[in-house]
């Protein structure tokens, strides 16, 4: 009877593990320890680390803001950050029905979190087009740039590339265009009028980008 209870607990305990294999096999797994590492990096590290991290630090304080950050990154950042990468390795799931398995009333988190990457992912996806269309306008103008003039035919008679004539320094210009709607540089003037394509009002919603 032993014998018999015994054989029966081995081929369910065997079944579990080719099911736990099979499950593996069609999730998919790593191939080693540095594809995990570099898909980790990839999803910590976007265009925004490198576009406004260097901005919030100017405005927040520079080297005072750089101290506070790394703080917080040792304190709070990395070890929440693998936290979750551990859990999600435990359970083998993602973030969508991570919390669910945890926390079964709490299901709705991981749609929610979804929810928000998919809306975030609208406005990226956007900013990766400008810089693709800045990226190909300086390409195809070399040696000169679209926005270097005022003689496109997007510009306005408000548009000025060079110091008035009673400035003669770069300050003077400064102080002259700060606060003041009478001129615009050129590359404000591309950037409002050739790439987003401002229109008087929300009665004139403009034609197609080119």
Same mark, same amino acid.
């Given at each position: ?49 490198? !576009?406004?991290?260097? *901005?919030? /630090?100017? $405005?927040?304080?520079?080297?005072? =803001?750089? %101290? &506070?950050?790394? +703080? ?46 998919? !809306?975030?992912?609208? *406005?990226? /996806?956007? $900013?990766?087009?400008?810089?693709? =269309?800045? %990226? &190909?306008?300086? +390409? ?71």
């Amino acid at each position: 009877m032993a014998s018999k209870v015994d054989a029966e607990q081995s081929a369910i305990l065997n079944a579990g593990g080719e099911r736990h294999e099979d499950d593996d096999a069609k999730r998919g797994t790593f191939g080693n320890r540095l594809d995990f590492l570099f898909s980790c990096i990839s999803v910590s590290f976007g265009f925004g680390s490198v !576009w406004r991290f260097p *901005y919030l /630090c100017y $405005i927040h304080g520079g080297e005072t =803001f750089l %101290l &506070i950050y790394f +703080i917080a990154l040792f304190a709070c950042g990395i070890p929440v950050f693998f936290q979750e990468v551990a859990a999600g390795q435990y359970l083998g799931t993602g973030g969508l029905t991570m919390v669910g398995q945890l926390v079964p009333i709490m299901q709705g988190v991981g749609y929610a979190t979804m929810t928000i990457v998919f !809306w975030f992912d609208i *406005y990226y /996806c956007i $900013i990766i087009a400008w810089i693709l =269309f800045y %990226l &190909i306008n300086t +390409i195809i103008n070399i040696p000169g740039l679209p926005w270097g003039t005022c003689d496109n035919w997007w510009n306005t008679a408000d548009c000025h590339d060079g110091l008035p004539n009673n400035y003669s320094s770069t300050e003077g210009l400064e102080a002259h265009f700060v606060g003041s709607d009478m001129y615009k540089s050129p590359a404000e003037e591309y950037w409002d009028e050739k790439v987003l394509g401002i229109t008087n009002g929300m009665d004139n919603l403009g034609g197609m980008q080119r």
